[in-house]
C-alpha cells in the first residue's frame, strides 16, 4: 500500500511566525495535490504540482514538490489565522489517477 | 458555477438503522466520488463513479454499505445497518473527466453522521 505521511500532524503557532509542513512518501507520484478543510466543510484544492523540483508560490503560501517526486513541502510565511485549517496532500497515481491521501496536518494561528 | 451539494448536512442514528446520504455533483462532471473521513484522518476512498458505472469500490464495507449512480449524474451512498465505527464525515467529491487524467476533485460540505 503506498501512504503518504504528513508531519506535523498538529501545529499552533502564534501569528506572524513562518512554518513549513512536509508530506512524505516512498512511492513516486505523477502529481501531487494541496488542500486545505475548515471546520465542517470539504476540502478545497490549494494548488497542483507536477514537475520534480517544482515550486509554486500562492501569495503567503510556497509550496514545493521534491526532484523525485516522492515528496512536498507547504511554508507558510507571516501566518494569520485565516490560516487555521486541516492541511491534506493526496498524490495522484500514474497508473489509474487516483488520490492517495495523508491523514494532513491541523494547524491553528493563534491572534 | 454551482458547486457539489449534498443532503442531509447531519445525521445522528442509533446504531443498527439505516441511513442515505444525496449527492449532486457539479454539472458536467464525469466522476463522481463518496469518501469517508473520521476525525482526525485524511478522506479514505469508499467508492468511484465514472458516469454510472463503478471505477473503484475495494474499500466499500460491501455487506453494509451501498451506492448507486443510475443516470450517471446524483448519487445516493446508504449504511445498513450502521455501526458505532460508521460515525465519520461522508464527503463527496466530483471531478470533471478521471479517464482523462482530470484528477482535480471538487468536495462537497459533507454530511456528518454520529451513531448512538
Known amino acids: 500500500t503506498q501512504l503518504l505521511e504528513q508531519s506535523p500532524q498538529f501545529l499552533s503557532i502564534q501569528e506572524g511566525e513562518n512554518l513549513t509542513v512536509y508530506c512524505n512518501s516512498s512511492s513516486v507520484f505523477s502529481s501531487l495535490q494541496w488542500y486545505r478543510q475548515e471546520p465542517g466543510e470539504g476540502p478545497v484544492l490549494l494548488v497542483t504540482v507536477v514537475t520534480g523540483g517544482e515550486v509554486k508560490k500562492l501569495k503567503r503560501l510556497t509550496f514545493q514538490f521534491g526532484d523525485a517526486r516522492k515528496d512536498s513541502s507547504l511554508h507558510i510565511t507571516a501566518a494569520q489565522p485565516g490560516d487555521t485549517g486541516l492541511y491534506l496532500c493526496a498524490g495522484a497515481r500514474d497508473s489509474n489517477y487516483q488520490l492517495i491521501w495523508g491523514a494532513g496536518t491541523k494547524l491553528i494561528i493563534k491572534p | 458555477e454551482a458547486g457539489v451539494a449534498q443532503s442531509p448536512r447531519y445525521k445522528i442514528i442509533e446504531k443498527r438503522q439505516s441511513v442515505a446520504f444525496w449527492c449532486n455533483p457539479i454539472s458536467g462532471h464525469a466522476t463522481l466520488y463518496w469518501y469517508q473521513q473520521i476525525l482526525g484522518q485524511g478522506p479514505k476512498l469508499l467508492i468511484q463513479?465514472?458516469?454510472?458505472?463503478?471505477v473503484d469500490d475495494s474499500q466499500l464495507p460491501k455487506d453494509r454499505f451501498s451506492a448507486e449512480r443510475l443516470k450517471g449524474v446524483d448519487s445516493t451512498l446508504k449504511i445498513q445497518p450502521a455501526k458505532l465505527e460508521d460515525s465519520a464525515v461522508y464527503l463527496c467529491a466530483s471531478s470533471l473527466d478521471w479517464g482523462l487524467g482530470e484528477e482535480t476533485q471538487y468536495f462537497g460540505p459533507g454530511t456528518r453522521l454520529l451513531v448512538l
Open positions: 463513479f465514472q458516469n454510472n458505472g463503478v
